[in-house]
Structures are given as C-alpha cells and as structure tokens.
T-cell receptor, first 115, second 111 residues
C-alpha cells in the first residue's frame, strides 16, 4: 500500500538558515508524482513544488528545492534562507500514476523560524 | 480570479442532521477531491472525481457521499453526521497530473 512518512513532527530553524524537511514514500507504481504543500496558521493549503518520478533533475522553485533520491524513496524539501513567514505546517503528498487524482498525504512537519 | 470556493466555512450541527458542503471551482479542472484534516493525521482523501459523473472512493469514504453533475461543482454530503466526522474539510481541484488548488476549508463540528 502507498504510504508517506514524515518523521519530524516539529522543527526549528534560525532565520536566514537553510532547513531540510524529510519525506519518505512507499509505492510499487513506477510512475508517480510527489508534492509539497505549505499550510500557514491561517489554514489555507499552498502548493510549493512538484517532482515527477521520471524527472531527471531535482525540482527547484525559488527558495524551495526538492532533494529527490529515488532509490531511497525520499523526497526531502529544502528551504534556503528561511524567513519568518516560512513558519507553517508542511505536507508531503504523493499521487500515483494509475489514478491521477488518488493522493495521499503525510502527517506533516511543523516548522518554526526563530528570529 | 482562479479559485476554489467552499460553503459554509464554519458549521456546527447535531448528530443525524443531514448536511451538504458545497465546492465550486472556476478553472475548468477535470479533477476534484474532498479531504478531511485531523491533527497528527495530515489530510486524508474522502472521495475524488475525474470528471462529470465519475467518482471514486478515497481512503476514508464511510459516512460521506458526493456527486459530480457539473464540472465546476463537487458537493460533499453527510447523510447522518456523527461526532467522529468533526473535522476540517478541504475541497481541491486540478488538471490531470498537476498540483491541486485547495478551497479555504470548512470547519465542521458535530455534537
């Protein structure tokens, strides 16, 4: 069965430092997509970054990058130069290739940025 | 403005009283989903739809119904709500293979 694991319930990072949020996944499908979403305290879900299973290069979007290690089934989110506004819950999610809209989410990591 | 709207945003109801949470998107997306969010569990998919009249169960469909009669609308129906359905509910839409756009959420309390 598909599964997403985020082993860090809570993380702290100093402002302007980089931080890595861990995500491991389990699937037997060779085709899948991995997503990271941010949920600030206001509650909305914000898409950050996407990595496809066949993408050769790690995805990057501004200060966000995805450290994709396919053999280890990990898709860690790296946030560079943390800002106070980065304090939020972060969710890793996976969509398998067989069913484009069947999506599973991890339990999330709460990130706090310290001034 | 491209958006997913949900109504109501907040709802307090009693056990057994049928309710509907509406969801509408204006992006002409084929795919729509409903999720519930509970502390420590992340988001769990209730139902999803790949197009009009095509729906399928997610991981936690018990106690919920959906319908997709129009492409833009995907209501969530609780025929007989129970306290264990107290949760934060999100509707989302997407194009095939792309990221999801989420509604603002509906906080439901069943007493």
């Amino acid at each position: 069965a598909q599964k997403i694991t985020q082993t860090q319930p809570g993380m702290f990072v100093q402002e302007k430092e980089a931080v890595t949020l861990d995500c491991t996944y389990d699937t037997s499908d060779p085709s899948y997509g991995l997503f990271w979403y941010k949920q600030p305290s206001s509650g909305e879900m914000i898409f950050l970054i996407y990595q496809g299973s066949y993408d050769q290069q790690n995805a990057t979007e501004g200060r966000y990058s995805l450290n994709f290690q396919k053999a280890r089934k990990s898709a860690n989110l790296v946030i560079s130069a943390s800002q106070l506004g980065d304090s939020a819950m972060y969710f890793c999610a996976m969509r398998d290739g067989a069913s484009y809209d069947k999506v599973i989410f991890g339990p999330g990591t709460s990130l706090s940025v310290i001034p | 403005e491209a958006q997913v709207t949900q109504n109501p945003r907040y709802l307090i109801t009693v056990t057994g009283k049928k309710l509907t949470v509406t969801c509408s998107q204006n992006m002409n997306h084929e795919y729509m989903s409903w999720y519930r969010q509970d502390p420590g569990l992340g988001l769990r998919q209730i139902y999803y739809s790949m197009n009009v009249e095509v729906t399928d169960k997610g991981d936690v469909p018990e106690g919920y119904k959906v319908s997709r009669k129009e492409k833009r609308n995907f209501p969530l129906i609780l025929e007989s709500p129970s306290p264990n359905q107290t949760s934060l509910y999100f509707c989302a839409s997407s194009r095939e293979g792309e990221e999801q756009y989420f509604g603002p959420g509906t906080r439901l309390t069943v007493t």
